[in-house]
């Protein structure tokens, strides 16, 4: 595997592999390799992420740090009377779909011999950290708002990392962190593009699921869009191997009460609008700056989709509808849903295949029930 760590606006290469950012102009780097699928190997593989193998860039089998994760169940069923499928991201080891960026990024971490990670998170992300480092041997330090759930806290500690709360905001914390960096290797799922190369096992999911088609598109939560930007990368590493002939239109979430993407789409602006963080049901996507934002942006529009927001309302009424319907989730991931009825009002954009997903499981949220 020819693997290169680009910066994506100087297109300089990356001088070691533990730098995961431009030293020149401070851009995260982005990860240049060919990913195949070779889909009759894939057919007889375990039903787990690593079944696509020859697309994630971890060069030997021994640094992988695996649960088994991923090929969650795809199911369909029917909002207002509209065909809806699932991905069942909630069932994920750690109960979120994180899972899928900390197995491929720690098992690169394995790969360099790092003994010590820290990690900066809302919650999910510290978690799913923590219990890969925990399975590979590597300690591990979250960082997290002193306002996160004190389910994910408790769940990130009990794993075996050492949490730190940061009084303010989630950018407060993200600053701390970086100060820390100097001690640690800095395993960040935002910044770190390992991270996205996990996630983009997502779209490879759905087109296996759906009999090896893309969907028309696909309905996701975006906080700081780890998850958009992998599964952008997911479907255009498909289309390169002329496995799907299109990318869906990639259709983008936030709640009112944080929406520097949905109000950048509204208003036009090809960057983030700067916004007061307001308190929300959605804690796992409450980010203010986002560093990918322009990128995020222009991807959604590339795609022929946009961004929306909802309200805390009816996030709220979703989590409890959808829970009653069988499908318990965090409410983070309600957004989502909120933004399915959204879409739906809308009768072109109910035509054809519509995906979404349950990103994090219900047990997450006590404390708001
Ligand atoms: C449950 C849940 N859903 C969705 C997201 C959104 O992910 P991203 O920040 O990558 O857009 C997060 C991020 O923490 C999350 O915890
Ligand atoms: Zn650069």
Same mark, same amino acid.
Not at 201 to 230: C, F, H, S
Not at 231 to 254: H, M, S, T
């Given at each position: 595997?020819?693997?290169?760590?680009?910066?994506?606006?100087?297109?300089?290469?990356?001088?070691?592999?533990?730098?995961?950012?431009?030293?020149?102009?401070?851009?995260?780097?982005?990860?240049?390799?060919?990913?195949?699928?070779?889909?009759?190997?894939?057919?007889?593989?375990?039903?787990?992420?690593?079944?696509?193998?020859?697309?994630?860039?971890?060069?030997?089998?021994?640094?992988?740090?695996?649960?088994?994760?991923?090929?969650?169940?795809?199911?369909?069923?029917?909002?207002?009377?509209?065909?809806?499928?699932?991905?069942?991201?909630?069932?994920?080891?750690?109960?979120?779909?994180?899972?899928?960026?900390?197995?491929?990024?720690? %098992?690169?971490?394995?790969?360099?011999?790092?003994?010590?990670?820290?990690?900066?998170?809302?919650?999910?992300?510290?978690? %799913?950290?923590?219990?890969?480092?925990?399975?590979?041997?590597?300690?591990?330090?979250?960082?997290?708002?002193?306002?996160?759930?004190?389910?994910?806290?408790?769940?990130?500690?009990?794993?075996?990392? #050492?949490?730190?709360?940061?009084?303010?905001?989630?950018?407060?914390?993200?600053?701390?962190?970086?100060?820390?960096?100097?001690?640690?290797?800095?395993?960040?799922?935002?910044?770190?593009?390992?991270?996205?190369?996990?996630?983009?096992?997502?779209?490879?999911?759905?087109?296996?699921?759906?009999?090896?088609?893309?969907?028309?598109?696909?309905?996701?939560?975006?906080?700081?869009?780890?998850?958009?930007?992998?599964?952008?990368?997911?479907?255009?590493?498909?289309? #390169?191997?002329?496995?799907?002939?299109?990318?869906?239109?990639?259709?983008?979430?936030?709640?009112?009460?944080?929406?520097?993407?949905?109000?950048?789409?509204?208003?036009?602006?090809?960057?983030?609008?700067?916004?007061?963080?307001?308190?929300?049901?959605?804690?796992?996507?409450?980010?203010?700056?986002?560093?990918?934002?322009? #990128?995020?942006?222009?991807?959604?529009?590339?795609?022929?989709?946009?961004?929306?927001?909802?309200?805390?309302?009816?996030?709220? #009424?979703?989590?409890?509808?959808?829970?009653?319907?069988?499908?318990?989730?965090?409410?983070?991931?309600?957004?989502?849903?909120?933004?399915?009825?959204?879409?739906?009002?809308?009768?072109?954009?109910?035509?054809?295949?519509?995906?979404?997903?349950?990103?994090?499981?219900?047990?997450?949220?006590?404390?708001?029930?």
């Amino acid at each position: 595997m020819l693997i290169r760590m680009i910066c994506p606006t100087c297109k300089k290469a990356s001088p070691d592999p533990a730098v995961y950012r431009c030293p020149d102009c401070g851009e995260p780097f982005e990860l240049e390799f060919e990913a195949r699928f070779p889909i009759e190997k894939i057919r007889q593989r375990k039903a787990n992420l690593w079944r696509y193998r020859e697309a994630i860039p971890i060069e030997a089998d021994k640094d992988i740090v695996s649960f088994e994760e991923g090929f969650t169940p795809l199911l369909k069923f029917d909002i207002k009377g509209y065909p809806i499928w699932v991905k069942q991201d909630h069932l994920f080891p750690s109960g979120s779909y994180k899972d899928r960026g900390a197995s491929v990024l720690i %098992s690169y971490v394995r790969s360099m011999g790092i003994k010590s990670v820290v990690e900066d998170s809302s919650g999910n992300a510290g978690c %799913s950290i923590a219990m890969y480092a925990s399975a590979a041997g590597i300690e591990c330090e979250v960082f997290v708002p002193q306002v996160t759930s004190p389910a994910k806290m408790e769940q990130a500690r009990m794993l075996g990392a #050492r949490i730190r709360k940061i009084p303010g905001s989630r950018q407060e914390t993200a600053q701390a962190v970086l100060e820390e960096a100097n001690h640690a290797y800095y395993a960040s799922h935002v910044y770190n593009p390992y991270f996205m190369q996990g996630t983009k096992t997502l779209a490879y999911e759905i087109v296996e699921q759906m009999d090896w088609k893309a969907p028309d598109r696909l309905i996701l939560p975006v906080g700081n869009g780890t998850l958009l930007l992998g599964v952008y990368n997911g479907f255009k590493d498909l289309l #390169r191997a002329e496995i799907i002939a299109e990318i869906p239109k990639l259709i983008g979430i936030q709640t009112e009460s944080c929406n520097p993407l949905a109000s950048a789409w509204e208003q036009k602006s090809v960057k983030p609008i700067s916004v007061v963080l307001q308190p929300t049901v959605a804690e796992g996507i409450a980010i203010a700056q986002p560093v990918h934002g322009e #990128r995020i942006l222009k991807v959604v529009k590339e795609t022929g989709g946009y961004l929306l927001s909802v309200t805390e309302e009816s996030i709220l #009424r979703n989590w409890r509808e959808m829970a009653k319907k069988g499908f318990f989730m965090e409410l983070t991931s309600a957004t989502a849903f909120a933004g399915i009825e959204r879409v739906l009002e809308n009768e072109a954009d109910a035509k054809g295949r519509t995906v979404s997903l349950i990103t994090g499981h219900g047990l997450k949220s006590v404390g708001h029930f």
